[in-house]
């Protein structure tokens, strides 16, 4: 519910390299529901910035319970609502945003 509130009814989520992108809210969630969200602590996001915009390095949970880089999600924000949500899924990224390769498993 609080993340169907944040985003903008004409809301866009792409993820370089992959050529898919959504765009509007209900296939934005629906894709976050059926490949994203399937397990709670499955992500786990620290925040950064860029380009001054808000930004998370994003790392995602592996077998052996430690998360490890995936990607740096950047967010389009207007009038206080996330308009596009840019996955870079290149875990490489996290190093020039000066973030770790790894999180401890909780």
């Known amino acids: ?3 169907t509130e944040l985003l903008r009814s004409d809301a866009v989520l792409e993820m370089p390299p ?3 992108w959504f765009a509007g809210r209900a296939t934005v ?4 529901q059926a490949q ?3 397990e709670p602590g499955l992500f786990r996001l620290l925040p950064t910035s860029a380009n ?3 930004a998370f390095a994003a790392y995602m949970r592996e077998a052996d319970g430690v ?7 950047v967010l389009t924000i207007a009038t206080s609502r996330v308009t596009r949500a840019t996955m870079f899924m290149d875990p490489g990224l996290l190093a020039t945003f000066g973030m770790p390769p790894a999180l401890p498993g909780q």
């Not at 969630?29 to 976050?32: G, K, N, P, Q, R």
């Open 1 to 3: 519910a609080a993340l």
């Open 67 to 73: 998360h490890r880089a995936h990607g740096i999600l």
């Open 29 to 32: 969630l629906a894709f976050l």
């Open 18 to 20: 992959l050529p898919a």
């Open 52 to 54: 001054g915009q808000p």
């Open 36 to 38: 994203v969200l399937r």
